[in-house]
């Protein structure tokens, strides 16, 4: 494996530290993760450790760069209405970064290992940077804008499936029960017949870095928000895969409803989704 630790004050090279040290906290918080919360529904939960581990990554920020703005999960009222707000207030920011400190709390909470750190730098609105760390597996998933996509230092590319009834998909289960879960499992319920297999990790940050790693070959959730997806979205992009609405607009900051997959089973997708009425809009 490559050192992921860079020296330097580079953006990459300090999203990247910011990711590792908060990983390797959280990590060593599983089991203790001090009072557990709900924001939403008693299905959408936050610790202390997603707190935090966000105010971890904030003064690591913050002093490199203390002139940047930032949009954090935790720093947000709960609530689709208040997150679209925050997006709107900051987005015409000239830098903005964009954190989602524990991207699979629910997985976290129960000591599952499939959560991560997710830290994306958009310049003017469009992503330039996405760091994506996985502490499970000690992976740190690397783009910047135009130069590809690594992990721990090796090019990364999506995979080589050209229909879908061949394709691994990865699909969620929103923490919202009554608008967005319903979307989803219209969704779930039309492509499972239709791909190989789908499978539900439960953090939408890793399941974009696994499209781009070509371990998945497509990722389609409704009712995200710019954290879950901004720093996965350039992995994917600088892969070689498509990302998406699920109407098929190419992705900027406020897409909410994402499809991300290898390029070639994305239109047959997005086929799926329109005719089961999953497209969330
Ligand atoms: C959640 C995860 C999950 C997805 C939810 C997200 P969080 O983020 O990405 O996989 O299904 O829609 O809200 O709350 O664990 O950061
Ligand atoms: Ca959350
Ligand atoms: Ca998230
Ligand atoms: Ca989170």
């Known amino acids: 494996k490559v050192p992921y630790v860079l020296t330097g004050k580079s953006y990459t090279a300090v999203a990247i530290n910011a990711a590792a040290k908060a990983g390797e906290w959280i990590k060593s918080r599983v ?19 997603d707190k935090g581990a966000e105010q971890m990554i904030r003064r ?46 629910t997985n976290f909470v129960h000591g599952f290992p499939f959560y991560s750190v997710s830290i994306a730098l958009a ?21 910047e804008k135009g130069k590809g996509a690594y992990v721990h230092g090796a090019r990364m590319g999506v995979s080589g499936e050209e229909r879908l009834a061949q394709g691994l998909i990865a699909v ?36 974009l870095a696994h499209v781009a790693a070509g371990r998945l070959s497509g990722y389609w ?20 895969g498509k990302v998406s609405d699920t109407l098929g607009h190419a992705y900027h900051l406020g897409v909410r409803n994402i499809v991300a997959t290898n390029g070639d089973l994305h239109a047959e997708l997005l086929t799926v989704l329109k005719e089961a009425d999953a497209t969330g809009v």
């Open 221 to 240: 959730e409704a009712g995200l928000n710019a954290w879950d997806i901004a720093a996965g979205a350039l992995l994917v992009a600088e892969s070689g």
């Open 123 to 143: 310049h003017k609105g469009e992503v330039i940077i996405g760091v994506i760390y996985d502490p499970s597996r000690d992976e740190m998933f690397v783009a």
């Open 31 to 49: 089991g203790t993760h001090g009072q557990l919360s709900t924001k939403t529904s008693a299905q959408d939960l936050v610790t202390e450790i």
């Open 60 to 105: 690591l920020i913050l002093t490199h760069f203390p002139d940047h703005a930032i949009l954090g999960e935790e720093s947000v009222e709960p609530g689709e209405e208040a997150s679209i707000r925050a997006l709107a207030e900051t987005e015409g920011e000239e830098y903005l970064w964009i954190i989602d400190p524990i991207d699979g709390t």
């Open 172 to 207: 969620g289960f929103p923490a919202d029960p009554v608008v967005k879960l319903p979307i989803n499992l219209r969704g779930i319920g039309a492509l499972a017949p239709r791909v190989r297999s789908l499978r539900a990790g439960g953090s939408a940050a890793l399941h």
